[in-house]
């Protein structure tokens, strides 16, 4: 037995030894501790995703899997809790990425099985110049989810390559906004074309209807007696036959168009809704800019003389979870100026996970920016401050103003 065997025999004893752990794998049996089918073809292994740097967790995470996939597999795992919202979800998602457990190569298979087709032809690949080649095939295809799971775990993906494909991936983001725009332009237009041809489908179908009865009503001309055989009934005659036969693949042609201008018109629509969610979210954003600004001329319109009087968190203990370490003097001198005491934590940069709850247990009310701040950290806020009874504020971002606004506030 090598040396890898020996490890996923003793990290699967040590599992066994625990109901937690025991439920897991009786629950996934499918989970095969031995050695990966790569090593045992001697051939070099594809990259877990806990082996990718830490930067690259939350793209693949939001890229790679959609939110119903990562929430079904937060629910086997028994770590889903109702009512989470997908950004919650996304962060636990994002916190199991790193870690090499049950739970970590459960998200790995989630993926892989997700994309087994890109994996597969990914691994013809023999160098990284294949590889950039069957990744920008991908890009213009518009096939990215598929492409950047297997372009970052393929054993032959330069550095160059990697960062390539994420930074595609993270400006993807910001041009799909920007296409949603255009598309809003495009609604109107779209709604009249598919008036007219409703329309249109009307008449014709009337017409149809109008020469069917007539048809149907003419007379037949009495034979002449030189005639041995009957005339053919007019409703069958070649030449209503063939109008009515062009009028009814006129109709089926006009059908099918009107079908595809419907479903596109509903593409647009959703996009439609979509941008009109994101100007909601851009209007929130401003009001609270708009709210942080207020606050800032407030402060320094106040003369020193009257500041004491204007203490309205006079003896309040606040807790700063995250930011930028060279803003913390600013922040702390912030609190004093309005008559309160502040308390730092870094997220677990440098200070100790451990002393995060004790930190919460010491304070009346917990801010963190999520704009700088780790998911772990910000979860364990959450956790602790819920346990303790103990009021959190989620900051816009890790501005000094927006420190100030939610003092004022």
């Not at 109709?251 to 419907?262: D, M, N, P, S, Y």
Request: hydrophobic share 45%; aromatic share 4%.
């Amino acid at each position: 037995m090598n040396q890898m065997n020996r490890l996923n025999v003793l990290s699967g004893a040590a599992l066994s030894g625990t109901d937690a752990a025991s439920g897991i794998l009786g629950a996934f049996p499918f989970m095969d501790l031995d050695t990966p089918p790569e090593l045992a073809a001697g051939k070099a292994a594809r990259k877990k995703i806990w082996d990718l740097p830490g930067m690259y967790h939350c793209s693949v995470v939001g890229t790679c899997l959609s939110t119903a996939e990562l929430r079904k597999l937060l629910g086997k795992l028994g770590m889903g809790e109702a009512g989470e919202s997908d950004h919650e979800l996304h962060g636990r998602g994002v916190g199991l990425a790193s870690r090499r457990d049950i739970a970590g190569k459960l998200l790995n298979k989630a993926l892989d099985d997700r994309h087994q087709a890109a994996i597969k032809r990914y691994g013809r690949a023999k160098c990284a110049a294949e590889l950039a080649l069957l990744w920008r095939e991908d890009v213009k295809s518009g096939d990215i989810p598929g492409g950047y799971w297997a372009v970052l775990t393929h054993p032959s993906a330069s550095y160059e390559l990697s960062r390539e494909a994420f930074g595609y991936v993270h400006m993807l983001s910001h041009l799909v906004g920007a296409a949603n725009r255009a598309d809003i332009r495009r609604l109107q237009q779209l709604e009249q074309d598919n008036a007219a041809l409703r329309e249109k489908t009307a008449r014709q179908e009337a017409k149809i209807r109008e020469m069917a009865l007539a048809a149907a009503a003419a007379p037949r001309p009495e034979p002449p007696d030189f005639f041995a055989r009957e005339t053919p009934d007019v409703a069958e005659s070649p030449g209503i036959s063939g109008v009515i036969e062009e009028l009814r693949r006129q109709l089926a042609a006009e059908t099918g168009r009107r079908a595809a201008v419907e479903a596109r018109l509903a593409r647009v629509e959703a996009s439609g809704r979509a941008a009109a969610a994101e100007c909601r979210r851009l209007s929130a954003a401003n009001a609270a800019l708009q709210s942080e600004i207020d606050a800032v001329e407030r402060g320094f319109g106040a003369v020193p003389e009257a500041l004491p009087a204007a203490r309205a968190v006079d003896g309040l203990t606040v807790l700063y979870v995250g930011g930028r370490p060279t803003q913390v003097p600013h922040l702390r001198q912030a609190a004093q100026a309005r008559g309160a005491s502040l308390l730092h934590h870094d997220g677990g940069i440098e200070d100790s996970g451990a002393t995060l709850a004790g930190l919460v247990n010491r304070a009346d009310v917990v801010m963190f920016p999520v704009d700088c701040v780790s998911h772990a950290a910000a979860g364990t806020v959450k956790r602790a401050c819920r346990h303790a009874g103990k009021t959190f504020l989620p900051l816009r971002s890790a501005a000094v103003t927006s420190f100030i606004a939610a003092l004022s506030a």
